[in-house]
């Protein structure tokens, strides 16, 4: 048994159906087929059924998908913890932007933070849609995040940060509104030093760019 393995059983589980698994998981559909084979001749039982035309998990797959969730999970958290001390150890800050921002906001506020600092100051910035932003700033995978305010998220913190105008089309013609852009963080992460420190310097400089 291997971590591929809990990974594709995970995925199959989701999806009910191989083609639809094997697509996400970026693999054939054989190897898929294979792999669930394998796992369940090693296990010596039957992990899945095909009901109504889709695959579902027999009692013991119903056993065996709850440990491999929780595997999935310590490990994937596991990973996020390593590379937030990657991160906090190379004065790195990640976070997410929707595109419109980087050109209008984000070289700017970087800009006058690393000037107000004496370290060397790493960014990784991803170019996202809000609601992948906010995900990954939920789950850690993001320290930060640039992008509009999205509802379902309760325990992250959004800040209004500056007015960005967009364009409307409505039949034939154009009209200008505004939306508001939005710092977001998850203030029950383990946030860096660093990462508090930019929170705080755009609050404080927030409509000045």
Known sequence: MNLNQLYYFNELAKQ??????????????????????NLEKELDCALIKK????????????LFSKTANSVINLLENTKRDINKIK????????????PSAIPAFLPHILSAFNKSKQEKIN????????????????????????????????NLVFIPVYAEDTI??????????TRTIYLVYNPKN???KLTNELINFIKKTRGKF
């Open 16 to 37: 009910h159906q191989f083609s639809k698994a094997a697509k996400h998981l970026h693999i054939s559909q054989p190897s898929l087929s294979n792999s669930i084979k």
């Open 51 to 62: 009901a109504n035309g889709r695959i579902e998990l027999t009692e013991y797959g119903q």
């Open 87 to 98: 991160r906090n150890k190379s004065n790195t800050i990640e976070l997410g932007c929707i």
């Open 123 to 154: 960014y990784i910035y991803h170019k996202s849609i809000s609601e992948e932003i906010c995900d990954k700033v939920r789950d850690g995978q993001y320290d930060l995040g640039i992008c509009s305010k999205i509802k379902g998220y309760p």
């Open 168 to 177: 409307i089309t409505a039949e034939t013609q154009f009209s200008k509104s």
């Open 190 to 192: 383990v946030l860096s």
